[in-house]
């Protein structure tokens, strides 16, 4: 296992930084969040075209550039940082992943080029009202190639042009679908969320048609390691997230006076920078551990994910809440950029799980390592 | 007759009783019966028979509320920050300004503002650098407040603002009552991150106080605003007062049903900012081991937390009723309030799990669950943060020693944003 | 339900308070806690005799003063506070309280004056080698007055001479016995524990003759109505010794000087014992309450008892780590008397159930109170 | 052939093999093997080849400690605090010092101890008042220093005194090597609250320093000590090496277990003080529905810290080895170690439940739990609190504004216990 960056990835790293710098600073998050699609085509574009980011592990024959998850996670990090608006965690991380894990090659050979590219928007549809993400939840039919339910809580699947869809096949075995965005059965409505600058849609889908992804594997198994996957990726959006709002904080605590001397040397503050300083490292040595065993498919991911999300979730939360705190009422602020990545956070707290969820995973997978092992 | 009665329970009693027969008709019109009130006294009988009420000390008071509340009568106007006004003037104010402020504090015709915050200085009041400066016989204000409930719709402001820069920051400060309706005074919204804008504020550009407007004296006003600070903490605030549900009929509930609305129209989220564990003890029962694993117990310590935190409460006034010195139980609550919010917060995002990301008709409860979420972080703020709120517990209720100042010389030399 | 203490009750904790400013000072505790009795049978007999504090919850038909357990809550918290080793909590709170429960009127008249006058030692031997308290937990079996079985964390069960014991009946419900402490067929054993001014003991029985005490009432409802009781005194002794800490760590850092400061003028420290005055207060609040309530009687008894014990227990262990902490290095030495109050709040934190087990019991309890009310 | 040969690590590694393969013997006396590693200079291979080293850059060390490895060949001593003695005095020290003491520092025949905590200044070393007055060519010692390890079989301490009070507390300091077996010097254990003595008292009653035993130059000892605590930080200091678990036959290994045995004797409690989350490790997997409802949570979340704890330390060692520059990850790990052993302490008490109560031979694992429960308190103290790590932490990692001082003039002059 890797416990530094290699010099490719920290390059990778600043390329990234930069580009988001550049294109997605906190005025471009606000317009952007308010618009119906939430993201700007140029900018995708250029993400796509120039930079390849929606390529990169994707491998190389179905049109990618081959990194592996590690790369992804970096990009996930920093998107996480600036709280990149645009569709990359739903269709690079979260779609294209899916295709990856569920299709055959033939299937890939068609979908993934024009998702590597940047062309074709992935939405992966998992949950449904019951806010569950595991097989246990999944209550979507298909049948002839047919799908009826609804799922909620798809990212972007407002904007998507093709729906990954997880159901159930009439014998009651899990199994994953590719579903035109503009199929006749298909419905879609952007939901009302605490967390504007990531969009969800409830999609309604009645006898719509849909596409096996049949890749000869087990359907259950795979809903879990994509979740896995998606955690960890998750995990290290919400790290770039949780270092943004601490610099913002020890920032703001240096330059901010009161009585006569900057907030920051009191040690109230101080000593709560400290603290979470502390909680966002250890979350990042979660975060960049599991991403590690993602990329070199190690056996102990999902404990690893489990951790990852956990740890990332608390320390994301940890941060938000504690950034408004120091910056105090202004913090409060709308015009204040803080609580735009509080609402992120409170978002990703609980997207495919609560921490405390994770931690029972955890606890659970603890013990069937050891009964199997 | 005021001041004459022997002040016994049983004789203010009577004599609220009788009064009340007498006068109240729930078809009057609010300010002719807010006039009366403050004729008879009997609007705010603590204060002085001479400014509209009727000396009465104030473990009586309870007695003529119980008997407005027995018939539903209606009281003097309590939304806002007027009574915090009505209060400092009594006790600062010259007679002039009393005669000029304080019928119309009881009988709401006029709307208040407090103008101490400023974005240089929150939890450091008295560090205010809005300035007044002395123009003849009127002073020119300068400067922006912040935090400013109700000044879109206000007629006067009690403003706190620095008329000297050479001696040590609580000595600068002089406290004024200024006029907010004149052209040298803006008032715009201050969104939240909750998306209500409940506060204000107020920018100052050549300004004009007259020197009568000016209260106590030059250079003593945060001695004045300690008194407007004490009232705010001792809850005469009345942003909090919920409307009348179901009011009797009567042309003056309607009249003070909608003084009430359009005064709490801001605040709809206040009771979301503390938390709502109300909506938590309504569930409580009914959790099963089916929901997340941490529930139960993070709910349990919800429940624990915010009914140890009522019975202190419950301890601080049953010890103040008994006339027993206050303990510690009265500082703490703001503190515990902050701590129930945050951990109520928690409980219901493990409630909600996947759809706490949802806002709005897609929410929970209609978004009320968002609204929460979003709200809560302004409990360890407003008020007096949590930080500040520990350093008043340590030094004043436990006596610990204060932390070496750095701001003790003269204002203009102390480093400030 | 009274939120202030009566005058009467403020006169009897200021005679309790100088009682045993006087008779139990740490030296006093230190030396006491390396004997084998763990207490002074004069200091005893002046609270039996001259105080009266053995009686006070002893209705005065059977030789007691007739108090409330609200005053017997007083004296516990003022015991919890000086730290007292004595057998009072084992034989006044415990003892006393569970003959009161389920003897009959007969065997209440022959077994508590002697009981109120503090002449004879009562043990209630309830929880066994499981560690439980609830009546699942019972194995003791009693047959034909015969018992045999072990308990074990018995309260002094080592200098008791008489013991309560929770036996389970041939016909499987829970009944409460009488054995004569130097029967044949007990053997008791003292055993090693953490908290020295607390002695616990193994007591096993081998065909031991017992008496049944048969008041007329379902045994199980009686061994959750004594361990509700049992939890409320032990609340209120654990907020005297929380008390006690918090002065002391208060204390020591107004005096403590450190970077030419007292170190209770930098915030961390007093942000610290602000914070710890809260749990403290709040905890103080739940004891009292369930004090009242058990004194009146009050159905909500055991949801009271629940939060009293788990509020007092974690308000006691967080004082005794933050007196720790606050004392820095010395706080950690045998010389300083932290370490005492520490052994007692890790103690008390598990006795009759932990604070987790306490809260899981407070919602069991307010669902059945929803389904049967 | 010192600091002649090019420095690659494959020519290193065949160096040190051929050595050992010439020199090594099992059967060797413990003392003489290490007068011979001084000798050849593969004791302590990054020291001065003029002082028993051989010039080797720190990167190379790992080569040299994997060939002695390789065969389990014994190296220098590094129990106690005497290596710490022989970086500080290598650094600072004059010749005849090195000469005096550092052959025996390696050897191991010689104890040391540190002599800088005193019961006045414990968080505030520096405001040592332990004094040293010059009385011709010697210093009088007297004063009390406190949690000195292993002063009791001391041959000599590392004394941090007071001999200037006119000039700031950092400046009034001087650093000597004290011979500790005089009569001036009294060593008394000191109990902690878990029963075990690892620490001692020390005082000094006109105890008696040569002027040569003065280290670097009068009123540089804050200086010299930060040197040494600076190594202190790196674990240099040996005090909770392990004895080999099995040593391999042969009369070097007896020796060097019996030393590491008898320095190791005070501090058998370290392991339970960290919190002993193996043991927690060895039951994760078997826990059921059927205990305490907040255990499996709880074990997650030790779990989780301890994990992340050891890979953010392996995320610092990795950068250190890629010579990247430190991130915040160093200095991260006494701080997550505070909450590893509370959190571990909490776990140990909800899975012993009422056992928890119980020690010695009637407690759970014959009393460790119980040695665990009363031992964690000095994780966040020993070393340095957790509040000056988070001092630390914020200004030297985060940059934050340091507090202003209150103990910057003479010394005489700062207030202290």
Redesign the interface.
């Known amino acids: 296992m890797q416990f530094a960056f290699t010099d490719e990835q920290e390059q990778l790293r600043s390329t990234v930084r930069r580009f988001l710098e550049d294109k997605s600073p906190p005025t471009e998050v606000r317009r952007l969040m308010e618009t119906e699609s939430g993201y700007d085509t140029e900018v995708w574009r250029q993400l796509s075209d120039e930079l390849g980011l929606t390529a990169v592990h994707i491998p190389e024959t179905f049109g990618g550039q081959g990194f592996s998850f590690a790369e992804l996670a970096i990009i996930a990090e920093e998107m996480g940082r600036s709280l990149f608006c645009g569709p990359y965690f739903s269709s690079t991380v979260l779609g294209a992943t899916a295709i990856m894990e569920t299709a055959s090659t033939a299937q890939k050979e068609e979908l993934l080029p024009a998702i590597a590219a940047g062309e074709r928007l992935v939405a992966l549809a998992i949950s449904e009202a019951s806010g569950r993400w595991d097989a246990d939840g999944i209550t979507c039919k298909v049948r002839d190639g047919k799908l009826t339910g609804t799922k909620r809580f798809v990212v972007d699947g407002h904007i998507a042009n093709l729906l990954i869809v997880v159901a159930r096949e009439p014998a009651g075995e899990i199994s994953f679908h590719a579903v035109s965005a503009d199929s006749p059965g298909v419905a879609r409505r952007r939901l009302e969320v605490i967390d504007p600058t990531r969009k969800l849609a409830q999609v309604d889908f009645d006898d719509a048609p849909a596409t096996r992804l049949d890749a000869d594997i087990d359907g259950e198994a795979a809903l879990s390691r994509i979740l896995d996957l998606a955690a960890v990726a998750l995990a290290n959006e919400m790290v770039g997230g949780a270092q943004w709002l601490l610099e913002s904080a020890v920032e703001y605590a240096g330059l901010r006076t009161q009585f006569g001397r900057a907030i920051g040397s009191f040690q109230a503050i101080k000593h709560k920078c400290a603290d979470l300083l502390l909680k966002v490292e250890l979350a990042k040595s979660a975060a960049y551990y599991a991403a590690d065993a993602a990329a070199a498919n190690d056996p102990e991911l999902p404990v690893l994910a489990c951790i990852a999300k956990s740890a990332a979730a608390d320390a994301y939360m940890r941060a938000a809440r504690d950034c408004i705190q120091i910056h105090g009422g202004i913090g409060f602020t709308w015009d204040n950029d803080t609580h735009l990545w509080f609402k992120r956070a409170k978002s990703s707290e609980v997207l495919f799980g609560t921490p405390s969820l994770y931690r029972e995973r955890m606890m659970t997978q603890i013990r069937d390592e050891r009964v199997y092992a | 007759m005021n001041g004459s009665t022997p002040n016994s329970p049983e004789s203010v009693r009577a004599e609220v009783r009788a009064w009340l027969a007498a006068n109240w008709d729930p078809e009057a019109d609010l300010v002719a019966w807010r006039n009366k009130l403050a004729d008879a006294g009997w609007g705010m009988p603590v204060w002085p028979s001479d400014w509209y009420g009727r000396d009465l000390p104030q473990a009586l008071a309870p007695v003529v509320d119980e008997e407005f509340a027995r018939i539903d009568a209606v009281g003097v106007a309590k939304t806002g920050i007027r009574l915090l006004a009505g209060w400092t003037l009594l006790e600062h104010g010259s007679d002039a300004q009393k005669e000029s402020y304080l019928r119309r504090v009881l009988t709401g015709e006029d709307v208040w503002c407090q103008l101490f915050?400023e974005?240089?200085?929150?939890?450091?009041l008295a560090?205010a650098t809005t300035r007044a400066d002395l123009d003849g016989d009127r002073w020119i204000v300068n400067g922006q407040k912040?935090?400013t409930t109700s000044a879109h719709h206000a007629d006067y402001g009690l403003l706190l603002a620095r008329t000297d820069w050479d001696v040590p920051k609580h000595q600068g400060l002089t406290y004024f009552v200024i006029d907010m309706r004149q052209p040298g005074v803006e008032v715009r919204p201050?969104?939240?991150?909750n998306?209500h804008a409940s506060f204000n504020q107020v920018f100052f550009t050549d300004a004009l106080v007259p020197s009568e407007n000016l209260v106590s004296k030059v250079g003593n006003g945060w001695q004045v605003a300690l008194t407007t600070l004490m009232y705010e903490r001792r809850g005469i605030s009345g942003s909090r007062a919920l409307p009348r549900t179901d009011p009797p009929p009567g042309q003056i509930y309607a009249q003070e049903r909608e003084e009430t609305l359009t005064a709490l129209e801001p605040y709809k989220w206040y009771p979301q900012r503390a938390g709502r564990v109300d909506l938590v003890e309504a569930r409580?029962?009914?959790?099963g081991d089916d929901v997340?694993?941490?529930?139960?117990?993070e709910?349990?310590?919800l429940?624990?937390?915010s009914?140890?935190?009522e019975?202190?409460a419950?301890?601080a006034?049953?010890?103040q009723?008994?006339g027993?010195p206050q303990?510690?139980?009265g500082s703490?609550g703001k503190?515990?309030g902050s701590?129930i919010a945050?951990q109520a917060s928690r409980v219901h995002?493990?409630l909600?799990?996947?759809?706490?990301?949802?806002?709005?008709?897609?929410?929970p409860l209609d978004?009320l669950i968002?609204e929460i979420?979003?709200s809560v972080?302004?409990t360890?703020?407003?008020g007096g943060?949590?930080?500040i709120?520990?350093?008043i517990?340590?030094?004043r209720?436990?006596?610990?020693?204060?932390?070496?100042?750095?701001?003790t010389g003269p204002f203009r030399d102390?480093?400030?944003?």
Chains 1, 3 share one sequence.
């Open positions: 915050s974005p240089g200085s929150g939890s450091d560090g912040v935090w201050l969104r939240q991150m998306g409580a029962g009914n959790l997340d694993p941490e529930l139960r117990q709910v349990a310590k429940l624990i937390l009914r140890t935190a019975w202190t419950r301890r006034r049953a010890a009723e008994q027993r303990g510690p139980e703490l503190l515990a701590e945050r995002t493990l909600a799990g996947a759809d706490a990301m949802l806002a709005g008709a897609d929410g978004g968002a979420l979003v972080p302004a360890s703020i407003a943060t949590d930080e709120q520990r350093n517990i340590a030094e209720v436990l006596g610990m020693p204060k932390e070496p100042r750095m701001d102390v480093k400030r944003n």
